[in-house]
């Protein structure tokens, strides 16, 4: 009720800022914006897949905020309603409630929020407060935020706050400061940045007396340094954290009494990047190292949610059906049986090139090349940076060419290599994947997309093959189908089909089809999907 009275509150201010004046003349009456989304799915019983049918046979996560800024003020709120969760999402998201409120002031170089707030320190590795409702994900902080800038050359920020999880706010308190000094801007250096910035936080977590005897603390302080430098069109990111003591459970071992166990770690972790773009070049280089790098917002909840820092997997991203059947799962520390790993070492390389027009290998309208290649590995040992077992590797090449005004070709080949293990073996799959995704413009308004795909492996479930169709009445409609089918072991269609209808701010999809079970990652966060058939309806709007 509380949470009620606060959502009537804030929509009877808003309308009130709106109101006009008894003498006919408007009011300064601010602005006010909000989005709604919902994802909604009815399950059918397919005999088929492995698919477990919910009771009712239905799902629905729904979000509604509205934000309202007048001046220098700002406030919002957001209503979630999980009716229920779909299927794979955390099971701590249910029914319905006020989940997101606050209040801001800002001006020119100063800021002050209350209520709950999103930030981030650095890259994220130590510390980030974000939403993400693909994977169910939001841990932001209800508390207070002070921000401070001089002359863009020193930033300051101060955090207090408890994380969110599932549907209500935690116990746990997280205090912490980021500051930033751009050197560049103080010097007045022209083509050059060049910034140094430094990070601290502080996690409370009151604990029972059965962690305390493991050795736990209620505390934990981890601290982040930073520089950044930039210069005519190299880029050069460095950044090492120390995040603290991380406690791991009895139960993180499987009861395995192992000598080399010792529940008390240090988790740090280093990231370096380096880039160079010009001439139609781009390069970027990134390499990580991660060493106990779990950061529960509260201990021995296994939610994917639990976490209060963002690693970023730093692998090609892809957006085609078989290219994601295995996805690479960050890995900050791992206890399986008897095999543990402190962590994981790797990087990627990317390199773009944009082939200039009228030339030999261009043509008329030129042409994009890409490669990408990454590689990680567990670390054998605590402290050190020695490679164990394999656990991801991945080639990707990359093209795209318009042929003429009307077709369009987008052409990639990967090679990945994946350990379905999590390195307690170095037994690895290996698949090389084919995919032509090819548009055609019939009109200025009607355009047919095909894409073709291919996957060729000996391992798991051997060799699988894909399409999509995809024909585009711009600019409202979208007609699309698509099948993935694995030819090579259990001879099973995931089908789908499905129209969606776009008008100014707003997209409504509705489809069936046959899902399979699989996995969904962003950063280091990493969501089930159930394997399931049914209809889903999609609905955003933004206003």
């Known amino acids: 009720m509380k949470k009620l009275s606060i959502l009537f509150t804030f929509l009877s201010v808003a309308l009130v800022a709106y109101a006009e004046g008894a003498d006919g003349k408007e009011r300064d009456k601010g602005r006010l914006t909000g989005s709604f989304e919902t994802n909604s799915i009815y399950y059918v019983q397919d005999n088929r897949t492995v698919a477990v049918v919910p009771d009712d046979n239905f799902g629905s996560n729904n979000y509604l905020?509205?934000?309202?800024?007048?001046?220098?003020?700002?406030?919002?709120?957001?209503?979630?309603?999980?009716?229920?969760?779909?299927?794979?999402?955390?099971?701590?998201?249910?029914?319905?409630?006020?989940?997101?409120y606050y209040a801001m002031w800002t001006d020119e170089s100063f800021s002050v929020t209350a209520g709950t707030f999103f930030e981030q320190f650095g890259s994220g590795l130590?510390?980030?407060?974000?939403?993400?409702?693909?994977?169910?994900?939001?841990?932001?902080?209800?508390?207070?935020?002070?921000?401070?800038?001089?002359?863009?050359?020193?930033?300051v920020k101060a955090i207090w706050g408890m994380p969110r999880l599932g549907m209500s706010f935690t116990d746990t308190q997280v205090r912490g400061g980021d500051i930033s000094f751009v050197i560049s801007n103080l010097v007045g250096w022209k083509q050059t940045v060049l910034a140094v910035?430094?990070?601290?936080?502080?996690?409370?977590?009151?604990?029972?007396?059965?962690?305390?005897?493991?050795?736990?603390?209620?505390y934990t302080t981890g601290f982040s340094g930073r520089i950044n430098f930039e210069h005519k069109g190299f880029i050069f990111k460095g950044e090492y954290i120390d995040a603290g003591e991380r406690h791991y459970a009895n139960s993180a071992y499987d009861g395995v009494n192992d000598p080399r166990i010792d529940l008390i770690k240090n988790g740090n972790a280093q990231l370096i990047e380096l880039g160079y773009s010009g001439h139609g070049l781009g390069v970027n280089v990134s390499a990580r190292r991660l060493e106990y790098m779990d950061m529960p917002i509260v201990y021995r909840n296994t939610s994917t949610a639990n976490t209060l820092n963002y690693i970023p997997a730093l692998t090609a991203q892809y957006s085609y059906l078989l290219t994601n059947l295995n996805p690479y799962i960050v890995q900050p520390s791992t206890f399986m049986g008897s095999h543990i790993a402190p962590g994981e070492i790797g990087g990627?390389?990317?390199?773009?090139?944009?082939?200039?027009?009228?030339?030999?290998?261009?043509?008329?309208?030129?042409?994009?090349?890409?490669?990408?290649?990454?590689?990680?590995?567990?670390?054998?040992?605590d402290r050190t940076a020695k490679a164990d077992s394999p656990l991801w590797q991945s080639i990707n090449f990359t093209l795209e060419k318009q042929f003429t005004r009307k077709f369009k070709l987008n052409f990639l080949y990967s090679f990945q290599?994946?350990?379905?293990?999590?390195?307690?073996?170095?037994?690895?799959?290996k698949s090389n994947i084919f995919v032509a995704d090819m548009l055609y413009k019939w009109t200025p308004t009607i355009s047919t997309r095909l894409e073709l795909q291919y996957l060729l492996t000996k391992d798991d479930d051997k060799d699988w093959m894909a399409a999509l169709a995809?024909?585009?009445?711009?600019?409202?409609?979208?007609?699309?189908?698509?099948d993935m089918y694995n030819h090579g072991s259990t001879k099973v269609h995931y089908y789908n089909a499905g129209v969606s209808y776009t008008k100014s701010r707003t997209r409504i999809q509705l489809s069936y089809g046959r899902n399979r079970a699989g996995v969904v990652c962003s950063g280091g966060v990493c969501r089930?999907?159930?394997?399931?058939?049914?209809?889903?309806?999609m609905i955003t709007t933004s206003f």
């Open 417 to 429: 290599e994946y350990n379905d293990s999590h390195g307690v073996n170095n037994i690895t799959w």
């Open 197 to 218: 910035e430094g990070s601290v936080l502080n996690r409370y977590e009151a604990i029972s007396a059965d962690l305390k005897e493991e050795g736990a603390r209620p």
């Open 348 to 381: 990627q390389v990317d390199i773009y090139y944009n082939v200039a027009r009228k030339t030999k290998l261009g043509g008329k309208r030129g042409m994009k090349l890409g490669l990408n290649y990454s590689t990680y590995w567990s670390i054998a040992e």
């Open 126 to 155: 130590l510390f980030r407060a974000y939403e993400d409702r693909t994977l169910g994900m939001n841990n932001a902080l209800m508390g207070t935020r002070v921000t401070y800038s001089y002359k863009d050359i020193v930033g």
């Open 470 to 482: 995809e024909v585009n009445f711009a600019p409202c409609w979208s007609i699309f189908a698509s």
């Open 528 to 537: 089930n999907i159930p394997a399931y058939t049914g209809a889903n309806l």
């Open 65 to 100: 905020k509205l934000d309202y800024y007048r001046g220098k003020f700002s406030a919002g709120v957001q209503l979630e309603g999980y009716l229920p969760v779909l299927q794979g999402y955390p099971t701590n998201l249910s029914k319905a409630a006020l989940t997101n």
